[in-house]
């Protein structure tokens, strides 16, 4: 038997390697512990790359970012937010959206019980502050946002139903003690608001020239002690003409729900991903082009004279293209979009009907005539939609702009696209997106990752048949903002109940992971690199036919490892993953989080017990210098026989 033993420690590395790719991950790491050679085979990223294909079910290549197969099996089985932390209840109805504050510090939910409620995010999630509801009967709070320094919190509901000053209003409270700021009413039911800065927030407004404009107001707001007494109806009479232009555009989008605000001088230097980026500082056609909103061609100011300034080709998502010959279906039909240029085709036509030629000629001067009003209250448009993409980026980063994204209907159904503007803190209100991205399909509700690369949407298509109507099947998309490209992995899954109309579902994406919900129970959880949808149990109550679905999901910024979701059983539900369920038990996580500001990190001092072994060879080596355990009963074994 002795020499059985023997046989036995001198296995050559290939034929352990084959008994090795029998084994499951954590029995992988047991067999390491036997001696250096045991470790050795047991840490081949062939073993590991196996197991990590089996557990997504496909073969794919090892990502960029990440260093070993090893580490990638790591990061599948326990890093991954889909185990049970905590059910947080406090909402009487149901909840629309949640969001982390920058930090990660607070989490903030709103729903139909009109109010917003924020809580202290932990080890466990309590409640620090309820404001609202703000009318009686309460009406519907649907989205809230910290601002950068996380001293301020806006929040956007409902007013009272046919209230003919607004459909919306914007409030603003102070953070910690959540007292009212600020309060103005909007124009357009759905409109969701957004941070412009640290300091301004956006509220949707229209006007009427010859046609219907749409614009974009920033409010400021400043911090005043004094702010206990603050009445709602009284900051609206206060506030209703002080804020400024932002953005203006003709016709009036149908769809204005989902407005972000962008900061390109987060994304660094653009030449890192764009290495031949100063070629396209130099304009082949000899024109100055090199300033956004600078002097516009003759056709470009004709097209803005004819009243169609919103139907100029764009381009919709094509990689790092100029324009392309797509057009935006916007009001394409409306008698002011005619051009000059048919009116006196139309003329030469009918130059032997002299009543019918002085009708057309008296109808082209009222025309002009409005044009002329119109000019004096819109803004010229930017003359950046016919430079390269890369080229407008890095004119917005270095002047210090934003960039504003929107989404918009045709005029021919739902359809959506979603238009990108640049805007810069002062100067006149932009009329022109410098780019469009077409999605041909109705959108559900849309996030931009915590380091403002990314835009995740959720999207329902158009059903084939005939009679009017969208796919159950929800599709989530994720497109990089820097490289003008949507990712090559589309995520489908989840299902809406009807087929009629839309509901609102908020995705969110973190560094590995896009996460959503849908009109059922359901949460879905996918991996970002690999495209496949990973196995958990996220799942809200069904609270019947009438109340169902989850509707949120948020991602901690610093911690990708923790997921809340909302749904309309009234629930705030944590998930969290196995190594961070034991840090807390441990209580080690809150530490990390908020300390070290941890983005999801896989770190040996984070595994579970059973797969806790140091990546360091020489140390394994000292420590594994005698039999492990697993040897020692084999020799007692071989002993008593």
């Known amino acids: 038997m002795a020499n059985a033993l023997a046989l036995f420690q001198q296995l050559p590395d290939s034929v352990l390697l ?35 294909h089996q557990k997504i079910q496909k073969h794919a290549p ?69 404001v609202g509801p703000f009318f009686n009967p309460p009406l519907k709070t649907r989205f809230c946002e910290f601002n950068e320094s996380e001293t301020l919190l806006m929040v956007t509901g409902l007013t009272q139903l046919f209230d003919f000053e607004g459909s919306i209003f914007v409030a603003v409270f102070s953070v910690p003690d959540f007292m009212l700021q600020y309060a103005v009413k909007g124009e357009y039911p759905n409109f969701r608001g957004a941070w412009l800065n640290d300091t301004h927030f956006l509220v949707a407004k229209r006007f009427y020239q010859d046609r219907e404009y749409f614009k974009l107001e920033a409010h400021e707001v400043k911090l005043k002690s004094k702010s206990k007494s603050r009445n709602l ?52 056609s000899g024109s100055d082009n090199s300033q956004p909103g600078g002097g516009q061609t003759k056709q470009q100011q004709s097209k803005f004279d004819t009243g169609s300034s919103d139907n100029e080709e764009v381009d919709f998502g094509g990689e790092n293209s100029k324009s392309s010959d797509y057009r935006f279906d916007e009001d394409s039909s409306s008698e002011d979009s005619v051009s000059d240029e048919s009116e006196y085709d139309m003329e030469d036509a009918y130059l032997d009907d002299y009543p019918l030629y002085n009708k057309m000629v008296q109808r082209a001067r009222e025309m002009e005539n409005r044009r002329q009003q119109a000019r004096k209250h819109v803004p010229p448009m930017k003359d950046e939609s016919s430079q390269p993409y890369p080229q407008v980026l890095r004119q917005i980063q270095s002047q210090g702009g934003r960039i504003i994204t929107m989404v918009r209907n045709s005029n021919r159904g739902e359809k959506c696209g979603i238009a990108f503007y640049s805007v810069k803190d002062n100067e006149e209100a932009s009329a022109k997106p410098f780019k469009v991205l077409k999605v041909d399909a109705g959108i559900l509700g849309l996030r931009v990752s915590h380091d403002q690369r990314y835009l995740g949407y959720s999207c329902r298509y158009l059903t084939e048949d005939d009679d009017w109507g969208f796919e159950r099947e929800i599709l989530t998309v994720v497109y990089d903002l820097i490289l003008d490209q949507c990712q090559e992995n589309v995520y489908l899954g989840g299902y809406a109940t009807s087929t009629d109309h839309l509901s609102y579902i908020f995705p969110d994406l973190s560094q590995d992971f896009v996460a959503t919900g849908d009109e059922i129970t359901e949460g879905h959880l996918w991996d970002r690199h690999y495209g496949v949808k990973l196995e958990t149990s996220i799942l809200h109550r069904n609270c019947g036919q009438q109340s169902s679905g989850l509707n949120a999901v948020a991602f901690h910024p610093y911690d990708q490892e923790t997921l809340v979701t909302a749904g309309d059983d009234r629930l705030l539900k944590v998930w969290r993953s196995k190594n961070r369920q034991a840090q807390i038990a441990r209580g080690e996580y809150l530490g990390e989080i908020m300390g070290r500001g941890l983005m999801g990190g896989v770190e040996c001092g984070d595994l579970p017990e059973e797969d806790e072994s140091s990546c360091d060879k020489s140390t394994h080596s000292k420590k594994c210098s005698k039999p492990h355990k697993l040897l020692s009963f084999f020799k007692k074994k071989a002993l008593k026989k």
């Open 18 to 52: 084959h008994l090795f790719s029998f084994l499951d991950g954590p029995s992988l790491v047991r067999a390491s512990s036997v001696c250096q050679q045991w470790y050795d085979v047991a840490y081949d990223d062939v073993l590991w790359r196996n197991l990590v």
């Open 62 to 130: 090892l990502p960029a970012d990440k260093h070993s197969w090893r580490e990638e099996y790591k990061r599948l089985a326990y890093h991954i937010p889909s185990y049970l932390g905590q059910d947080v209840a406090g909402h009487e109805d149901e909840i629309y959206f949640l969001t982390f504050s920058p930090s990660g510090k607070f989490l903030a939910s709103v729903g139909k019980d009109g109010t917003c409620r924020v809580w202290n995010y932990g080890s466990t999630i309590t409640l620090q502050n309820t």
């Open 233 to 284: 109806e009284e900051l609206f009479m206060k506030s209703r003409n002080k804020g400024k232009d932002v953005l203006v555009s003709c016709p009036f989008p149908s769809r204005n729900d989902f407005i972000r605000v962008i900061d390109p001088r987060k994304w660094g230097d653009l030449r890192q991903y764009y290495p031949n980026l100063d070629e396209f500082e130099m304009d082949p």
